[in-house]
Every structure is written in C-alpha cells, then in structure tokens.
C-alpha cells in the first residue's frame, strides 16, 4: 500500500512539474516565411491594401469608436471576447511591438507579453499571410494609424476558458503550418486562393468548427473548407457546393454581392456585411476577379474546371420575369382559407419579395432558394424576420436598404408559423420551425427593440446616404 501511495504521489508531483513547464516554458514564435532584405520597404499605400484584405477595421474599431482603438464585443461559444486596440499608442494599443513581435501576433497569436491571444483573432488564417503583407501591415500600424489611448473591457469568460495558458494546448492540435503554398497552375486562382484562405480568412466563417472549436480545414486541400458555418446565430453559407451561390451565379453576380453587398439574387447582412464595407468594396478589380475564380473552380463538382453558371439574364428585371409556381398560385388566390404562414406572408412580406418570391433586383432579395432561407439552422432568419437588418454602404452603392423587425407585432408563434411558410414556399425545401426556436431567439435578442410604436411597418424601407 505504502509503495502504491508513493508512486501516486510521484504521479502528481510530476503531472504538477509538467504543467508548471507547459505554462511557464516561453513559447515559440514563428519567424519570416520569405527571405527579405534588411532593408526592404513596402511601396505606397501597400499597407494601407494589406489592412483592407485582412479586414482588420471590422473587429478593432467598436460601434462608434475611434478606428482600430479595439472593444468591439466578439460572442463566442465561450462568452463574449473584446478586440483590442492596434493603434500604436505605447500604453493601451501595439505601440511598442518590434515587427517580430507583431509577426508572432498574427501567425502564432502571441502578445508582446507572451500571453496567448483567444481565437476570435484569426491568427490560424493568417499564417498563410506573406513576409511583404506581414511588413507592410506593421509600418501601416507604427507609422500611418493614429495612436488612440483606449482600455477596452475584460474578457467576459467563465474559468477555465479565462486561463490563457490553455490555448497552448489548443495551438498544438489547431494552428496549420505557416506559410502559403500555391497549389494551381495559373496565377490567378493562386492569388485568389491566397487572398480567401490567407489575409481574407473566409474560413474563419465560412468554414465548420470541429470538436476543439477548431477551423475544419484551411485550405482548398481539405475538403470541409468553406462548406458552411455560424457566427452569432447567422449561417456563414456554404461556397463549395454545387448548390452554393459561387456556383450556381454568374461571375459578374458574384462580384456584384462581394463588392456592394447586393445582387439580383440576393443581399448581404448580419456580419458579412461588415466584410463588404470594411474589406472587399476596397479589392482592386484583378484581385476581386481572382477571387471570383478561385471560388467558382473550387467547386465540389467542379474543382477541375469551371462549373457550369446558370443561365440568366443580369439585365432582366424580376417584374419582367414572373416565375408562376403553386405556392405564387396560392397568393395570388388570397384565399381566406390558406394556412396562418401564408396569411402572415401576404400581410408582413408580399409587398417587398412578392407573390413569387423573386423580389426586386439589388433592392429586396430573392427568398426562393435563398441561402438563408434554406440553412439547416434557421437562426439567420428568424433574427431577419424579428430583428430585420440593414445592408452595407459602399462606394458603389451608398444607399442603406433596411429590413424592419417584426418582433413587436407577431408573436413566437407566428414567427414560427411565418419562418415555416417561407422555408418550404416555391423551390425551397427546408425544415420547420417551432415558437421554441424563436422564444430562445428573443429571449436573446431582449433590448434590441427599442419603441415599437415607432418602428417601421411592413413595406418600409430606409435609403441612406454614407457619410
């Protein structure tokens, strides 16, 4: 008995020596993917680009905050993770980072102080970020961002997701290696490739977290890439599929939505549309065909060549068009005797996305086959239907088109009954969904609404000029 004591206690001692290791051991951190001079220095308005395709405005400038000064709220599954400030300001932002220290922030998601940085940083993309990016992202930080003195909140995370040291052994199993390698025989579908699965990190949305919460694949190479994901409850569509919007839409469609946030399909909201105003408006046009090609060929039933677009017209208007189905059939009816879903539809949805669903070309989107509409979670649009949204303002089309909620008049069960209508209406063929799935949402969406006496009814939009 005695020796077994011992040996249990020499089992602990040790367990507590190699944890003492694991947390207290320095960290290594990645160096240059590319062989550089000393000396080199990126052209004008390179890092300026550089910030732009790695979309860092999006996460480190909070909702009426100072520019990259950090504090935007990032849900998690763990809980809620606030971006930090990377203006250089030495106190509270990046001012005092030598460039391998703001390397190993991107590709390793270690701080300057040696603490790990939580995942909602995509370092694990940006190790695929290239030597000259990594430098002309550094001297745009030091030397063009204004320094912003700005403390952001504490991490709101329960123990043990509050102990950095954890992510150690998240980084083992989770990170891929560094460094981006080109895997096609033209350069165009190379630079597309780097700019999604490196700078871009699409990934980090677009594609299904595995057991550890980690990116199931971070390239073409792994077959779940960019195969659909979620982010605080909006489905991230799947990109691959041969039902998937870059494939089955016209490459001229697909850099429409890229880069206003509107198509004659469909729209962008939720947390995209923070990529389109922070990131993809600003593509040059080489660079946003590039992408274009590399997701059209990356295709599951196309990957060795170009799939087959559908046809259509992009000059075509969707009054012109009207596609007859049972479901426009039976809205057009007004039949007293139809189903509550369809009722609701006809009062709260018909005079925007009308009897065919088609709606109206780069103003109110398509609900037949609409990705959202069709997700197997139907989170994204139970929150459009309660909550509504407003699209992105870019360059080439300032307007702001907003959704209204209609958390204020319908309730759980009508929400329900509506969502259901919609999902299984003309092409689509998606689930049921039940007033639990919508008291859940608005149990979480509490406080979003705010004077329902005043907010817009059904039928309304708002246009509104970028600042």
Known sequence: MKTFLRIVLVLVILGFVGLALFILVPVQRTGPQQALAPDWE???????????????AACHTAEDGEQFAGGRPI???????????????????????TLDEFRAALYDGIRQDGAHLYPAMPYDNYRLISETDVRALYQYFTEEVEAVHNVVPENDLPFPFNQRWGLRAWNWVGLPDAGFTPMFEDDVLNRGAYIVEGPGHCGACHTPRNVIFGQDGFTARDARFLTGGEIDGWTAPDLRGPDSPPQRWEPE??????????????SIVGEMKLVVEDSLQHLTPDDMAAVVAYLRHIGREGAAGDPAPVAEDPDATKLETFVESETSVLLTSADPQMSL??????????????VDGRGANEVFPELDGNHLVN?????????MIMYGDTLPS???RPMRLEMPGFAHRLSDEEVAELATFVRSAWSNNAGAVSAEDVTDMREDGEGRIEGADVAPQAGQFVMEQAE
């Open 394 to 396: 870019t360059e080439e």
């Open 42 to 56: 990126p052209a004008e308005g390179e890092g300026y680009y550089a910030m732009r395709l790695a979309d860092c």
């Open 75 to 97: 849900e998690s599954p763990v809980g809620t993770i606030y971006s930090s400030n990377i203006t250089p300001e030495p106190d509270t932002g990046i001012g005092g980072y």
């Open 375 to 383: 997700a197997e979670l139907p989170t994204g649009l139970i929150h």
């Open 341 to 354: 879903g369809a009722r609701l539809y006809l009062d709260n949805c018909n005079a925007c996305h009308f």
């Open 253 to 266: 469609q697909l850099a429409r939505i890229l880069a206003t946030g509107r198509n004659v399909h469909a």
